[in-house]
């Protein structure tokens, strides 16, 4: 007994989920109803059949139906009418602002005819017929009960009940917050079989799949064909109204499939027969036709077969031939990589026997002109040539003061020699002793500083650079220019001093 009840529990599950799969509709993605990013508008602003108005703005990324303003209301339709009874649309959208609550709110419509840009119903025209879903987020009738989310279907006639919400009005709906989420808000809004369910994402995740059930109405009877169209409006409050993409598409009963365009149209097999037939008849025909041509014709109907084979290749031809292409390639980049080999192995020895040359400490050696030339592995610096001008300049310019000033003590001393000379009864002093021994100590301070810089510059010539234990040029020409400079103040002062 056991076992037959499970058989039959196994019997009724496999005939529930044969039924369910037997009624999910056909798909068809409508793209002359839908946008999406990226590029969703075109440089001059326009959007692929649709048409926008009001405050509404486009850009590639999303459609703003109304900016975060006082007082705004736009729109955007679909140009023309649906031509498929039954579809779903999934609606990604944000609706962010800065207060803690907002206005006036989103929504969706499917008409018979389109809405207005800045009407009184969330920015569309009141009085509609055919469906619209409000995403109302500010609450007129103080019962709060927003953000809400509703559907009304509208025969026309009827105004929307502004000073209730339109909870009047509604045909469902449910209560979610869909301001200001960390990602966007998504509404799967489906019409099939004149029944109406809205699937809604609450943006506290990033699933696409966490969809949940706000509401469902069967008996739903809305226009046969309309238009789509998303329309916001603000008003004292405001918030951003993005929506960042729009796809719909079409549903259909199980069997019931359209044509995909482009494949063709499955005949009958009576039909097929008829036509295999007539095709067949006709081959016959060409081909008696051409035999009485050939006969009438004897002298221009030479077999041309084979004639243009030259101007063709062959699939071996063609396989050699890219063969031989590929090999040619290898070819040329083995030899740019044997050169380049080369270049590095050549450069690599010139760094080694630099190296070497370097630690040996022999001088290099240089080939310029067919002459063999030594090249010094070190020299004097840039710095120090400088300080070695500088010194000599101002040795020189010492020297010429020096001169200077014997050549004046001179000229004194024949100017008094003369004067005595003229009057032989005047008193002149002679110069001392001390006087002329200052002289003669100058003439051979400066004849001997002289001297050693004639040695030190044939030094420079002759010799290498020292060593890191010898005293370097600089400090050398300091010193023997610091002595000078003594001697020249302390033979001044003597001279001054006994005059």
């Known amino acids: 007994m056991g076992a037959e009840v499970r058989w039959l529990i196994n019997i009724l599950v496999f005939a529930n989920v044969y039924h369910s799969l037997a009624s999910v509709p056909f798909r068809k993605f409508e793209y002359k109803f839908s946008f999406k990013p990226p590029y969703l508008a075109q440089k001059d602003g326009s959007v692929p059949f649709w048409e926008y108005g009001g405050n509404a703005i486009a850009s590639s990324e999303n459609v703003r139906i109304a900016p975060s303003l006082r007082s705004q209301k736009g729109a955007i339709w679909t140009k023309s009418k649906t031509v498929f009874d039954w579809w779903e649309v999934d609606i990604v959208f944000r609706i962010t602002g800065r207060g803690r609550i907002g206005a006036d709110g989103l929504a969706f419509w499917f008409v018979e005819n389109k809405g207005a840009y800045d009407g009184q119903v969330f920015g569309s025209s009141d009085k509609w017929k055919g469906l619209g879903i409000f995403f109302d987020s500010f609450d007129n009738d103080n019962k709060h009960n927003n953000p809400y989310i509703m559907a009304v279907v509208n025969d026309g006639t009827k105004e929307f009940d502004h000073a209730n919400d339109g909870g009047t009005q509604a045909l469902a709906g449910c209560l979610r917050d869909f301001r200001n989420k960390p990602y966007p808000t998504r509404a799967k809004i489906e019409y099939y079989m004149n029944t109406l369910t809205v699937l809604f994402h609450n943006g506290m995740t990033n699933n696409e799949q966490d969809f949940e059930v706000c509401l469902r109405a069967e008996n739903v009877h809305l226009p046969k064909y309309g238009y789509f169209g998303l329309s916001a409006a603000t008003g004292g409050l405001a918030d951003d109204h993005d929506v960042q993409h729009f796809l719909t598409s079409s549903l259909y009963p199980p069997g019931q499939q359209p044509t995909p365009a482009g494949q063709p149209v499955r005949v009958s097999p009576e039909e097929e027969t008829k036509l295999t037939q007539e095709y067949a008849e006709y081959q016959r025909k060409l081909e008696h036709q051409k035999e009485e041509y050939k006969k009438e014709h004897p002298g221009t109907t030479k077999d041309h077969e084979g004639e243009f084979d030259d101007w063709y290749e062959s699939d071996s031809q063609r396989e050699l031939r890219q063969i031989f292409s590929g090999q040619s390639q290898i070819f040329e980049q083995v030899r740019s990589l044997s050169q380049k080999l080369d270049e590095m192995i050549g450069r690599q020895e010139r760094t080694m026997s630099l190296i070497s040359s370097i630690q040996t400490g022999a001088p290099q050696i240089a080939q310029q002109g067919g002459v063999q030339q030594p090249i010094m ?95 370097s040029m600089i400090t050398l020409l300091m010193v023997a220019g610091g002595l000078l400079i003594i001697i020249f103040l302390y033979s001044l002062y003597r001279y001054l001093y006994n005059i």
């Not at 003229?422 to 021994?437: F, I, K």
């Open 377 to 471: 592995t070190d020299s004097i610096r840039r710095h120090e040539v400088d300080a070695v001008l500088q010194n000599q300049n101002n040795l020189l310019n010492l020297a010429r003061e020096l001169r200077n000033y014997i050549v004046e003590v001179h000229t004194k001393a024949e100017s008094i020699m003369q004067a005595q000379a003229r009057a032989p009864t005047a008193q002149v002093q002679s110069l001392g002793y001390d006087t002329v021994s200052l002289v003669n100590e100058l003439k051979d301070g400066i004849n001997g500083v002289k001297r050693e810089m004639e040695t030190v510059g044939q030094r420079m010539l002759t010799q290498p650079p020292c060593a890191t234990n010898c005293v």
